[in-house]
Protein backbone atom coordinates (compact mmCIF):
# COMPACT_ATOMS: atom_id res chain seq x y z
CA UNK A 1 0.00 0.00 0.00
CA UNK A 2 1.27 3.77 0.18
CA UNK A 3 1.57 5.47 2.67
CA UNK A 4 3.48 8.79 4.16
CA UNK A 5 6.81 8.23 6.30
CA UNK A 6 9.55 10.44 7.71
CA UNK A 7 12.16 9.20 5.60
CA UNK A 8 16.11 9.99 6.97
CA UNK A 9 18.00 9.64 3.62
CA UNK A 10 21.48 11.51 5.33
CA UNK A 11 22.72 11.91 8.81
CA UNK A 12 23.01 15.98 9.85
CA UNK A 13 19.49 16.50 7.49
CA UNK A 14 15.99 16.71 8.33
CA UNK A 15 13.31 14.41 8.51
CA UNK A 16 11.82 14.07 5.19
CA UNK A 17 8.07 13.07 4.88
CA UNK A 18 6.53 11.46 1.68
CA UNK A 19 5.24 8.76 0.04
CA UNK A 20 6.42 5.10 0.38
CA UNK A 21 5.22 2.10 -0.50
CA UNK A 22 4.75 -0.51 2.45
CA UNK A 23 4.36 -4.05 1.69
CA UNK A 24 1.73 -6.37 3.15
CA UNK A 25 3.06 -8.19 6.31
CA UNK A 26 4.95 -11.12 6.23
CA UNK A 27 4.32 -14.85 8.31
CA UNK A 28 4.59 -13.51 11.68
CA UNK A 29 3.68 -10.25 10.85
CA UNK A 30 0.90 -7.66 11.08
CA UNK A 31 -0.17 -4.26 10.03
CA UNK A 32 -0.74 -1.45 12.60
CA UNK A 33 -3.04 1.33 11.90
CA UNK A 34 -1.05 3.96 14.32
CA UNK A 35 -3.37 6.36 16.26
CA UNK A 36 -0.03 8.18 17.64
CA UNK A 37 3.93 8.12 17.53
CA UNK A 38 5.93 9.25 19.93
CA UNK A 39 8.85 11.74 19.69
CA UNK A 40 11.90 10.21 21.40
CA UNK A 41 15.39 11.42 21.72
CA UNK A 42 16.66 8.00 20.22
CA UNK A 43 15.11 8.99 16.86
CA UNK A 44 17.16 12.47 16.69
CA UNK A 45 20.24 10.32 17.57
CA UNK A 46 19.64 8.53 14.03
CA UNK A 47 19.41 12.05 12.59
CA UNK A 48 22.69 13.61 14.62
CA UNK A 49 24.91 10.02 13.33
CA UNK A 50 25.47 9.39 17.39
CA UNK A 51 23.17 5.97 17.20
CA UNK A 52 24.46 4.13 13.77
CA UNK A 53 21.99 2.27 11.73
CA UNK A 54 21.87 1.93 8.01
CA UNK A 55 20.37 4.83 5.90
CA UNK A 56 17.65 5.72 4.25
CA UNK A 57 15.47 5.08 7.46
CA UNK A 58 11.85 5.57 8.42
CA UNK A 59 12.19 6.86 11.73
CA UNK A 60 9.82 6.43 15.14
CA UNK A 61 9.83 3.40 17.84
CA UNK A 62 7.09 4.87 19.78
CA UNK A 63 3.69 3.99 18.70
CA UNK A 64 0.27 2.58 19.36
CA UNK A 65 -2.92 1.99 17.11
CA UNK A 66 -4.96 -0.96 15.85
CA UNK A 67 -4.04 -4.49 14.32
CA UNK A 68 -5.42 -4.31 10.77
CA UNK A 69 -4.12 -7.33 9.43
CA UNK A 70 -2.62 -10.19 10.40
CA UNK A 71 -0.12 -12.38 8.47
CA UNK A 72 0.45 -16.02 8.41
CA UNK A 73 0.79 -18.03 11.76
CA UNK A 74 0.43 -14.90 13.91
CA UNK A 75 -1.12 -15.99 16.89
CA UNK A 76 -0.53 -13.28 19.87
CA UNK A 77 -3.04 -10.61 18.24
CA UNK A 78 -5.87 -10.31 15.53
CA UNK A 79 -7.30 -7.59 13.16
CA UNK A 80 -9.02 -5.00 15.58
CA UNK A 81 -6.91 -5.55 18.79
CA UNK A 82 -5.61 -2.28 20.22
CA UNK A 83 -1.20 -2.94 20.47
CA UNK A 84 1.17 -0.84 21.77
CA UNK A 85 4.48 -1.17 20.16
CA UNK A 86 7.55 -2.03 21.87
CA UNK A 87 11.41 -0.73 20.57
CA UNK A 88 12.63 -3.81 21.95
CA UNK A 89 11.45 -7.28 20.34
CA UNK A 90 10.81 -10.32 22.66
CA UNK A 91 10.82 -13.75 21.14
CA UNK A 92 10.18 -15.40 24.58
CA UNK A 93 12.63 -18.48 24.16
CA UNK A 94 16.05 -17.14 23.67
CA UNK A 95 18.31 -17.56 26.56
CA UNK A 96 17.99 -13.70 27.85
CA UNK A 97 13.90 -14.12 27.60
CA UNK A 98 13.82 -17.85 28.87
CA UNK A 99 16.01 -16.01 32.02
CA UNK A 100 13.50 -13.16 32.64
CA UNK A 101 16.11 -10.71 30.74
CA UNK A 102 12.95 -9.74 28.04
CA UNK A 103 14.73 -6.66 27.35
CA UNK A 104 18.02 -8.16 26.16
CA UNK A 105 16.00 -10.48 23.84
CA UNK A 106 18.42 -11.52 20.97
CA UNK A 107 16.41 -10.05 18.73
CA UNK A 108 17.49 -6.83 20.02
CA UNK A 109 20.58 -7.39 17.38
CA UNK A 110 18.34 -6.27 14.95
CA UNK A 111 16.28 -2.92 16.16
CA UNK A 112 19.23 -0.90 14.31
CA UNK A 113 20.21 -3.13 11.89
CA UNK A 114 17.73 -1.66 9.40
CA UNK A 115 15.83 -5.27 9.20
CA UNK A 116 12.78 -6.57 9.93
CA UNK A 117 12.35 -9.21 12.37
CA UNK A 118 11.31 -11.35 9.87
CA UNK A 119 14.34 -10.07 7.28
CA UNK A 120 14.85 -7.98 4.45
CA UNK A 121 12.95 -4.80 4.06
CA UNK A 122 8.95 -3.55 4.01
CA UNK A 123 9.35 -0.15 2.85
CA UNK A 124 10.16 1.14 -0.74
CA UNK A 125 10.88 5.11 -1.74
CA UNK A 126 11.99 6.59 -4.45
CA UNK A 127 12.99 3.24 -6.15
CA UNK A 128 15.26 1.46 -2.89
CA UNK A 129 14.72 -0.18 0.02
CA UNK A 130 14.08 1.91 3.45
CA UNK A 131 14.91 0.24 6.86
CA UNK A 132 12.87 1.24 10.08
CA UNK A 133 14.10 1.72 13.37
CA UNK A 134 13.65 -0.39 15.96
CA UNK A 135 11.85 -2.78 13.14
CA UNK A 136 8.71 0.05 13.25
CA UNK A 137 9.38 2.65 12.01
CA UNK A 138 6.62 4.84 13.40
CA UNK A 139 7.05 7.86 11.95
CA UNK A 140 4.01 6.94 9.70
CA UNK A 141 0.52 5.88 9.83
CA UNK A 142 0.95 2.62 9.17
CA UNK A 143 3.83 0.32 10.89
CA UNK A 144 4.45 -3.50 9.97
CA UNK A 145 6.16 -5.29 12.17
CA UNK A 146 6.48 -8.60 13.69
CA UNK A 147 3.92 -9.64 16.62
CA UNK A 148 7.05 -10.17 18.62
CA UNK A 149 7.52 -6.19 18.76
CA UNK A 150 3.45 -5.98 19.50
CA UNK A 151 1.63 -6.31 22.66
CA UNK A 152 -2.00 -6.12 23.00
CA UNK A 153 -3.47 -3.73 25.45
CA UNK A 154 -6.77 -2.99 26.69
CA UNK A 155 -9.22 -0.89 25.07
CA UNK A 156 -9.53 1.30 27.03
CA UNK A 157 -7.08 3.10 27.46
CA UNK A 158 -6.24 6.10 25.16
CA UNK A 159 -3.89 5.23 22.33
CA UNK A 160 -2.00 8.69 22.07
CA UNK A 161 -0.99 7.81 26.01
CA UNK A 162 -0.71 4.38 25.78
CA UNK A 163 2.38 4.87 22.99
CA UNK A 164 4.49 6.77 25.18
CA UNK A 165 4.88 3.06 27.43
CA UNK A 166 6.15 1.80 24.07
CA UNK A 167 10.03 3.42 24.98
CA UNK A 168 10.27 6.28 27.06
CA UNK A 169 8.04 5.85 30.42
CA UNK A 170 9.14 2.27 30.88
CA UNK A 171 12.68 3.11 30.47
CA UNK A 172 12.46 5.96 32.83
CA UNK A 173 10.37 4.10 35.07
CA UNK A 174 12.23 0.60 35.13
CA UNK A 175 16.05 2.32 34.96
CA UNK A 176 14.53 3.51 38.73
CA UNK A 177 12.08 0.79 39.90
CA UNK A 178 14.10 -2.22 38.30
CA UNK A 179 17.48 -1.22 37.52
CA UNK A 180 17.98 0.91 40.63
CA UNK A 181 16.30 -0.69 42.66
CA UNK A 182 14.48 1.89 44.58
CA UNK A 183 12.51 0.59 47.87
CA UNK A 184 10.75 2.88 50.06
CA UNK A 185 12.71 5.09 51.92
CA UNK A 186 15.48 5.09 49.58
CA UNK A 187 16.61 8.21 48.49
CA UNK A 188 16.65 8.83 44.67
CA UNK A 189 18.83 11.94 42.22
CA UNK A 190 17.63 11.91 38.60
CA UNK A 191 19.67 14.17 36.33
CA UNK A 192 17.73 15.07 33.10
CA UNK A 193 14.24 15.55 33.36
CA UNK A 194 13.08 14.96 29.83
CA UNK A 195 11.17 12.50 28.44
CA UNK A 196 13.26 9.29 29.83
CA UNK A 197 14.04 11.56 33.23
CA UNK A 198 10.40 12.51 34.14
CA UNK A 199 9.58 8.65 34.23
CA UNK A 200 12.34 7.95 37.00
CA UNK A 201 10.54 10.43 38.97
CA UNK A 202 7.79 9.34 38.82
CA UNK A 203 9.27 5.77 39.12
CA UNK A 204 10.50 6.54 42.34
CA UNK A 205 7.22 8.28 43.69
CA UNK A 206 5.70 5.18 42.89
CA UNK A 207 8.39 3.00 44.17
CA UNK A 208 8.16 5.13 47.64
CA UNK A 209 11.16 6.87 47.49
CA UNK A 210 11.43 9.42 50.70
CA UNK A 211 13.15 12.48 48.76
CA UNK A 212 13.31 12.42 44.98
CA UNK A 213 16.36 15.03 43.66
CA UNK A 214 15.41 16.16 40.14
CA UNK A 215 18.29 18.06 38.60
CA UNK A 216 17.79 19.78 34.72
CA UNK A 217 18.84 23.19 33.66
CA UNK A 218 15.23 23.81 31.87
CA UNK A 219 13.49 25.47 35.16
CA UNK A 220 9.90 24.51 33.53
CA UNK A 221 11.11 20.85 33.33
CA UNK A 222 11.99 21.16 36.95
CA UNK A 223 8.85 22.50 37.83
CA UNK A 224 7.13 19.46 35.79
CA UNK A 225 8.80 17.69 38.09
CA UNK A 226 8.07 18.61 41.45
CA UNK A 227 4.12 17.53 39.85
CA UNK A 228 6.15 14.02 39.10
CA UNK A 229 6.62 13.47 42.65
CA UNK A 230 10.27 15.35 42.80
CA UNK A 231 10.82 16.86 46.25
CA UNK A 232 13.59 18.80 45.63
CA UNK A 233 15.39 20.33 42.51
CA UNK A 234 18.49 21.43 41.33
CA UNK A 235 20.20 23.07 38.13
CA UNK A 236 23.66 21.25 38.18
CA UNK A 237 25.16 18.10 40.02
CA UNK A 238 27.21 20.42 42.08
CA UNK A 239 24.09 21.99 43.34
CA UNK A 240 22.06 18.92 43.93
CA UNK A 241 25.02 17.59 45.97
CA UNK A 242 24.95 19.93 48.58
CA UNK A 243 21.35 19.25 48.42
CA UNK A 244 21.46 15.57 49.07
CA UNK A 245 24.47 16.11 51.80
CA UNK A 246 21.88 17.55 53.78
CA UNK A 247 18.95 16.14 53.68
CA UNK A 248 20.80 12.24 54.09
CA UNK A 249 22.72 13.52 56.95
CA UNK A 250 25.81 13.25 54.44
CA UNK A 251 25.12 9.10 53.62
CA UNK A 252 24.08 10.74 50.25
CA UNK A 253 21.43 9.03 47.76
CA UNK A 254 20.57 5.17 47.36
CA UNK A 255 20.39 5.47 43.47
CA UNK A 256 21.13 7.96 40.58
CA UNK A 257 19.57 7.77 36.92
CA UNK A 258 21.49 9.64 34.17
CA UNK A 259 18.65 10.66 31.91
CA UNK A 260 20.29 13.36 30.22
CA UNK A 261 19.48 13.65 26.40
CA UNK A 262 23.95 12.79 25.18
CA UNK A 263 25.56 10.67 27.52
CA UNK A 264 28.90 11.84 28.43
CA UNK A 265 31.71 10.19 30.10
CA UNK A 266 32.36 13.51 32.08
CA UNK A 267 29.61 13.19 34.31
CA UNK A 268 29.74 9.39 35.73
CA UNK A 269 32.60 10.99 38.36
CA UNK A 270 30.52 13.64 40.02
CA UNK A 271 27.25 11.98 38.95
CA UNK A 272 28.60 8.76 41.57
CA UNK A 273 29.52 11.39 43.97
CA UNK A 274 25.84 11.78 44.67
CA UNK A 275 25.58 8.63 45.74
CA UNK A 276 26.83 6.74 49.12
CA UNK A 277 27.58 3.32 50.00
CA UNK A 278 26.05 0.64 48.27
CA UNK A 279 24.47 3.17 46.13
CA UNK A 280 23.77 2.43 42.27
CA UNK A 281 24.13 4.67 39.60
CA UNK A 282 21.90 3.58 36.26
CA UNK A 283 23.15 4.68 32.88
CA UNK A 284 20.21 5.25 30.96
CA UNK A 285 21.13 7.82 28.22
CA UNK A 286 22.39 6.86 24.73
CA UNK A 287 25.95 8.30 24.64
CA UNK A 288 27.76 8.83 20.67
CA UNK A 289 29.13 5.14 19.45
CA UNK A 290 32.62 6.56 19.63
CA UNK A 291 32.31 7.60 23.12
CA UNK A 292 34.44 4.91 25.33
CA UNK A 293 35.68 7.81 27.95
CA UNK A 294 34.37 8.15 31.21
CA UNK A 295 36.40 10.09 34.44
CA UNK A 296 35.00 7.78 37.44
CA UNK A 297 36.90 7.16 40.97
CA UNK A 298 37.68 3.43 41.06
CA UNK A 299 38.80 3.68 44.29
CA UNK A 300 35.20 4.92 45.32
CA UNK A 301 33.41 2.18 43.84
CA UNK A 302 35.80 -0.56 45.69
CA UNK A 303 35.91 1.45 49.09
CA UNK A 304 32.31 2.17 49.47
CA UNK A 305 30.75 -0.41 47.14
CA UNK A 306 29.22 1.69 44.39
CA UNK A 307 27.78 0.29 41.78
CA UNK A 308 27.31 1.68 37.56
CA UNK A 309 24.70 -0.33 35.82
CA UNK A 310 23.86 -0.23 32.27
CA UNK A 311 19.72 -0.07 31.69
CA UNK A 312 18.53 -0.71 28.36
CA UNK A 313 14.33 -0.59 27.84
CA UNK A 314 14.44 0.05 32.08
CA UNK A 315 15.63 -3.47 33.07
CA UNK A 316 11.43 -4.05 31.87
CA UNK A 317 9.90 -6.97 30.46
CA UNK A 318 7.65 -5.53 27.22
CA UNK A 319 4.82 -8.20 27.53
CA UNK A 320 4.84 -7.99 31.28
CA UNK A 321 5.27 -4.09 32.14
CA UNK A 322 3.65 -2.38 29.06
CA UNK A 323 0.40 -3.97 30.17
CA UNK A 324 0.72 -3.45 33.86
CA UNK A 325 1.83 -0.12 33.59
CA UNK A 326 -1.50 0.96 31.42
CA UNK A 327 -2.98 -0.08 34.59
CA UNK A 328 -1.38 1.99 37.23
CA UNK A 329 -2.23 4.79 34.52
CA UNK A 330 -5.79 4.14 34.74
CA UNK A 331 -5.72 3.85 37.95
CA UNK A 332 -4.29 7.37 38.44
CA UNK A 333 -0.80 6.40 39.79
CA UNK A 334 1.18 6.85 36.32
CA UNK A 335 0.87 10.04 35.13
CA UNK A 336 0.91 9.97 30.96
CA UNK A 337 -1.24 13.09 30.13
CA UNK A 338 1.04 15.43 31.55
CA UNK A 339 4.22 14.28 29.47
CA UNK A 340 2.74 15.19 26.08
CA UNK A 341 3.72 18.66 25.88
CA UNK A 342 2.62 19.55 22.67
CA UNK A 343 1.03 17.26 19.45
CA UNK A 344 2.37 17.49 15.80
CA UNK A 345 0.92 15.99 12.47
CA UNK A 346 3.27 13.94 10.86
CA UNK A 347 4.61 16.79 8.19
CA UNK A 348 5.26 19.11 11.24
CA UNK A 349 7.65 16.43 12.76
CA UNK A 350 10.94 18.93 12.03
CA UNK A 351 9.14 21.17 14.11
CA UNK A 352 8.37 19.10 16.87
CA UNK A 353 11.89 17.88 16.81
CA UNK A 354 13.33 21.64 16.95
CA UNK A 355 10.81 22.00 20.17
CA UNK A 356 12.40 19.00 22.18
CA UNK A 357 16.49 20.36 20.96
CA UNK A 358 15.41 23.92 22.47
CA UNK A 359 14.01 21.91 25.55
CA UNK A 360 10.29 22.81 24.85
CA UNK A 361 8.94 19.71 25.46
CA UNK A 362 9.04 16.92 27.58
CA UNK A 363 7.22 14.65 25.10
CA UNK A 364 6.65 15.61 21.52
CA UNK A 365 3.61 13.76 20.02
CA UNK A 366 2.54 12.73 16.23
CA UNK A 367 -1.02 12.40 15.88
CA UNK A 368 -2.49 10.07 12.87
CA UNK A 369 -6.14 10.43 11.74
C1 LIG B 1 16.98 3.20 22.14
C2 LIG B 1 18.09 2.36 22.60
C3 LIG B 1 19.09 2.15 21.52
C4 LIG B 1 18.48 1.67 20.29
C5 LIG B 1 17.34 2.51 19.84
C6 LIG B 1 16.34 2.74 20.89
N1 LIG B 1 16.09 3.24 23.21
C7 LIG B 1 15.17 4.15 23.42
O1 LIG B 1 15.00 5.19 22.90
ZN1 LIG C 1 13.01 5.80 22.63
Excluded at 113 to 128: K, M, P, V, Y
Excluded at 225 to 236: D, I, L, N, Q
Excluded at 354 to 367: C, E, Q, S, Y
Amino acid sequence: MKTQAAVLWEAGTQWSVEEVDLGDPLPGEVRVKLAASGMCHSDEHLLTGDLPAPLPIVGGHEGAGWVEAVGKGVTTVQEGDPVVLSFIPSCGRCRACSTGHQNLCELGALILSGSELAGGQRITARGQGVGTMCCLGTFSPYVVAHENSVVKVRGDIPLDKAALVGCGVTTGYGSSVYTAEVKAGDVLCVIGVGGIGMNAVQGGRIAGARYIVAIDPTPSKLDTAKRFGATHTATSIDEARAIVLDITDGHMADAAVIAIGVGEGEIIASAMGLIGKNGRLVMTSISPLMQIDAKISLLDMTLFQKQLRGSIFGSANPRHDIPRLLDLYRDGILKLDDLITKTYTLDQINEGYADMRDGRNIRGVILFD
